[in-house]
């Protein structure tokens, strides 16, 4: 079953049909990509050619990115977490469907519309929450191709990364926050 969705996830991407998630390169392909890799199955990286790119829109880091100083909303919830970005973006949230596959991966899809939309729309249009920022960095992806798209992310993960490692070091001098993205470099 494991070399099926390998296969399926990475026939998906090769036709350029991007995977959207929230957090999946920082947890779902990195757990499909260990599981491969114990199993002795071929990784979806693997799958593809050596430049290595596939499209991945992670909702998460685009979250983190354009709205940097979210706060949590609750001791439970926290500032970047699918459903607070999904509340944030005004699309709403059904807890007794939240957490199952298919409601998941629709309110990603839905949260990485809604943020591409708000790039894309002119500052005096944009919604108030959006305006009143102290910290928004929505033009930094307008006009931005899949490709480039998937770049910025790359170092934008790593950046998210770096920050959060500064953070935890603070109670922790040897916390250590891997910033590969969207799937955690191979370590034999």
Known sequence: ???????????????????????????DLR?????????????VLDRFDSSGYFPVLDTMILDKHVDPRRKRVSPTQGAHCLRTAAETFGLGWNESQAHGAEYDAMASARLAYKIGVIAHTPHDKRPDWVRRLWMQRFDDLAG????????????????????????FRKSDPNAVVDGAWPVAAVTQ
Do not use: F
């Open 144 to 167: 931005l191709s899949l490709g480039d798209l998937h770049s910025q992310q790359v170092v934008w993960a790593k950046t998210q990364a770096a920050e959060l490692q500064e953070h």
């Open 31 to 43: 757990v499909l990509d260990a599981e491969c890799r114990r199993w002795d199955v071929q990784p």
């Open 1 to 27: 079953g494991l070399d099926a969705i390998a296969q399926a996830v990475a026939q998906v991407l090769r036709m350029g049909v991007p995977l959207v998630g929230h957090n999946i390169g920082g947890y």
